[in-house]
């Protein structure tokens, strides 16, 4: 008598339910379709973190190589590209402050918080030197002293490195894609940073979270990339909670900003609700029209997809300082960036990235 009963092994069609559903989940996070998520899976034994590496281990260092190559010289830069690179050693830095840009700031625009927030699709490997160079240009036109970034890649964060060098850069990962920050070196002080796993993702996904000072002031920094696709609520919610409850737990003497993709839909925010001391930048700032899809493919065509999606994926959370006599940082602006195309037809991303300032009060 065998030593296993047939009632249980998996029968043929949770099998094909199981790998479909993998397929279906490796195709979103990676951009691609389905035949070629069953290659990878089918290859790495059906297992999601081995097949998702081996695709992310593909020679995509080659599009940066290209991006260094001596005879790169007449290829075109982006539109936004404004800076005249100056070699530092072996690297230059896109991200060196041009002199329109290097005046000596206001004591008032001197005490404010700069942020940019963008997933930069580094899962797109279609022309993704220039839109990294078109990455540095925005860096260039804002000057952010904060940059939460998704969706990077090795390659990418080894191209940031060489090529952002006024700026400290973070990593929430070593493999595959993950999240990061980048601190302008002359403005904000790294005290520490810690890695917090969401225990039950299927998309690698975490929070990121940094200890800064600001000209004598304490932030807490953090940066997320929920998990993705309308199937994924639950875990998408179980997520925002730890994003929240981390939040709701920094000392009253430091400032919280959170940004990241969200992927979040108003009903499942709605269902889990934000602390009376946390507050949605975009409707704090009045729920501007012009800023509200960061994810608009009737805006940007970087995605070829055959239906028209506008939604507020890309969220910023704020939770001022309460302390009496720490100075209280209150938001005042936001706007979205990237919304022009690069020399190559393309955006920098296929989503807008969120610019926010924050003025003390």
């Not at 691609?32 to 059906?46: F, I, M």
């Not at 036109?141 to 191209?159: G, K, S």
């Not at 979270?209 to 929920?226: E, I, P, R, Y």
């Amino acid at each position: 008598m065998a030593s296993t009963s047939e009632s249980d092994k998996p029968s043929v069609s949770d099998v094909e339910e199981n790998r479909t559903r993998l397929c279906d989940e490796f195709a979103a996070i990676a951009g691609t379709d389905s035949a070629v998520a069953q290659c990878y899976l089918a290859e790495n034994e059906w297992e999601m973190e081995r097949a998702l590496n081996s695709f992310f281990e593909a020679d995509l260092e080659r599009v940066f190589e290209e991006e260094d190559s001596p005879e790169r010289g007449t290829s075109p830069k982006p539109k936004r590209q404004k800076v005249d690179e100056k070699a530092t050693g072996d690297c230059i830095d896109l991200t060196e402050e041009s002199p329109v840009t290097s005046h000596k700031p206001s004591e008032e625009d001197d005490g404010k918080l700069s942020v940019i927030s963008w997933n930069v699709d580094g899962l797109d490997t279609d022309n993704l030197a220039e839109r990294a160079r078109g990455l540095c240009s925005y860096l260039v036109l804002y000057t952010p002293d904060v940059v939460f970034l998704q969706e990077l890649i090795p390659p990418y964060v080894q191209y940031l490195k060489k090529r952002a060098v006024s700026y400290l850069i973070i990593e929430g990962g070593e493999e595959g894609y993950f999240t990061g920050m980048m601190l302008k070196r002359s403005r904000v002080k790294l005290l520490e940073s810690e890695t917090v796993t969401y225990p039950t993702t299927q998309m690698m996904r975490n929070l990121l979270v940094a200890q800064v000072d600001f000209k004598g002031q304490k932030l807490c920094l953090m940066t997320s990339h929920l998990e993705s696709c309308k199937g994924h609520a639950e875990e998408r919610m179980k997520q925002l909670r730890v994003v929240m409850q981390r939040m709701g737990e920094a000392a009253d003497d430091v400032t919280v900003l959170f940004g990241g993709d969200t992927n979040l839909r108003d009903p499942e925010v709605a269902k889990v609700g934000l602390p009376s001391s946390v507050c949605d930048v975009w409707e704090r700032l009045g729920k501007q029209e012009h800023c509200r899809y960061t994810w608009d493919t009737k805006a940007n065509n970087n995605k070829t997809v055959p239906y028209v999606s506008r939604c507020r994926f890309d969220r910023v959370y704020f939770r001022p300082a309460t302390k009496d006599g720490v100075p209280r940082l209150a938001p005042d602006h936001m706007a979205l960036v990237g919304l022009e195309k690069l020399d190559c037809g393309r955006y920098t991303s296929d989503h807008w990235g969120i610019y926010c300032s924050f003025s003390a009060g």
